[in-house]
């Protein structure tokens, strides 16, 4: 991993002039993910093409563009299952937001009415590569400001243009005038974008509280997502009105594993039975709970886990929050813990504590499973696609290494991302981004940020 710059740079034009060569990965602490592998020590990762063909000790090279990874550890990429990438170039414009109609006042009335499909693409482009950036190699993105098909095809064509595997997630926005295409828009451009690397659910809302029952979930929309054959995702999922919502969707037959409920926060213990009896999937939004304030503020961890349910994380809106999945780990991590200890304090009873292996989970394997990739991503397991982190371990902040999980989990973040592949494919290398002009991109995030901010009504 650490071999001079000359031998680096050779090594990804060998990589670059020959798509699909054999690439063996040797010598590196490998976290698969995979039930059955576990962790490798000194492991090998043999990928052919897109795939992950082999994974072991002392595979054979054969013909294979062999990458010493030694002192690095090998992940899966991480996957971020719910995050609405168009706000991007709003980023922290309101650092200390205080509660969720603070956002929905400024940003989905004030600001998303204003946007125009290019500032959709600019947005969504700059989310995928902070994601890449950061080891996030599968994105969800909440798209809910389908304002007409060019806005929609705008922020699918920024997916396809950084090469991140995208989950194209549209809705109808909030408030402000559009043309109404969506859903019946979505099997069109299912039908014309979906790939390898792109696929597509069906984003909604719980209830009818903000935005009116046109983009509440219900049978309607959930015939809709059944013949287009994609799953849903369902936002602002909280409280009493949500938990009775669920429980009607239960009777109704709305719930299941391709359907995933967003937040979930302050439910009631008989939703989270539903939940949890129908095998829904949850996406935990970490920082946006905690930092919005969303009814309890508590991640609900403790009670998905107790449901059955093993959650994905997100990152959720990039106006207030991170960036990052280290620190969607961190913060859930932290957050369980002190609540775990708090609960039990005094009481002799020995507190029930989530493990740094449980959070790098629900960052990669339960989060592929969330956005319904199960099979294709999140693991290190053969057959499965060649979607991995080589992060470094003997940086200044990840050195020595004694644990691998740990440091993934507490130790490492964005700057010690040193090669990202997706697909079999090189998207950063040597800690740089490829195939981007960041002049360019700073020049376009800004004039996108400027025109949004000079357009948006005063109050």
């Known amino acids: 991993m650490y071999a001079d710059n000359a031998h680096r740079e050779s090594q990804l034009a060998q990589l670059r002039a020959q798509p699909g060569r054999r690439i063996l990965l040797t010598g590196a602490t490998v976290v698969t993910m995979d039930a059955v592998l576990g962790i490798l020590p000194a492991g090998d990762v043999l990928i052919e093409g897109n795939t992950i063909a082999a ?98 095809e705008h922020a699918i064509q920024a997916l396809l243009d950084t090469g991140i595997r995208g989950v194209h997630a549209s809705m109808g926005p909030h408030f402000g005038d559009w043309d109404r295409q969506w859903p019946a828009d979505v099997a069109r451009l299912r039908d014309r974008y ?37 799953g849903v995702s369902v936002d602002a999922v909280f409280g009493e009105p949500s938990s009775r919502t669920i429980l009607g969707w239960q009777e109704q037959g709305l719930l299941g594993p391709d359907v995933t409920l967003i937040h979930a926060t302050g439910l009631t213990a008989d939703a989270w039975r539903a939940i949890g009896d129908t095998g829904t999937t949850i996406a ?9 304030g969303l009814e309890t503020a508590i991640p609900a961890v403790d009670e998905a886990l107790a449901a059955g349910v093993r959650p994905g994380l997100s990152i959720d809106v990039e106006v207030a929050l991170a960036s990052d999945m280290f620190t969607q780990m961190r913060a859930l991590h932290a957050i369980q813990r002190m609540r775990a200890v708090n609960a039990t304090y005094g009481t002799g009873t020995e507190p029930r504590r989530i493990s740094t292996f449980d959070v790098l989970d629900f960052a990669t394997l339960q989060g592929a499973r969330t956005n319904g990739l199960g099979d294709v991503t999140g693991s290190l397991t053969p057959g499965k696609q060649a979607d991995l982190l080589v992060i470094g371990a003997e940086d200044v902040n990840t050195m020595p290494l004694n644990d691998a999980v740990g440091t993934v989990v507490l130790g490492a973040d964005a700057r010690n991302v040193d090669t990202v592949f997706v697909a079999g494919t090189v998207r950063k290398w040597a800690g740089r981004l490829l195939d981007v002009d960041l002049p360019a991109l700073r020049d376009e995030v800004a004039a996108s940020r400027d025109h949004i901010l000079g357009a948006k009504p005063a109050a």
């Open 55 to 152: 994974v072991g000790t002392g595979l054979d090279a054969g013909d294979a563009i062999v990458i010493d990874v030694s002192g690095a550890i090998l992940t899966p990429g991480f996957v971020d299952t719910h995050r609405h990438a168009w706000e991007a170039q709003l980023r922290r414009l309101m650092p200390d937001v205080d509660d969720l109609a603070g956002y929905v006042t400024s940003t989905l009335m004030g600001y998303a009415p204003v946007y125009r499909p290019h500032d959709m693409y600019v947005g969504t482009r700059l989310a995928a590569l902070t994601a890449l950036d950061s080891g996030i190699t599968t994105m969800l993105d909440f798209s809910h400001n389908s304002r007409t098909a060019a806005h929609s």
């Open 194 to 230: 979906a790939g390898d690397l792109l696929t597509f659910r069906l984003a909604t809302l719980a209830t009818d509280e903000i935005a009116g029952p046109a983009l509440a979930y219900g049978p309607g929309l959930a015939e809709q997502a059944r013949r287009l054959g994609v």
């Open 284 to 292: 935990l939004a970490p920082t946006s709970d905690a930092q919005i």
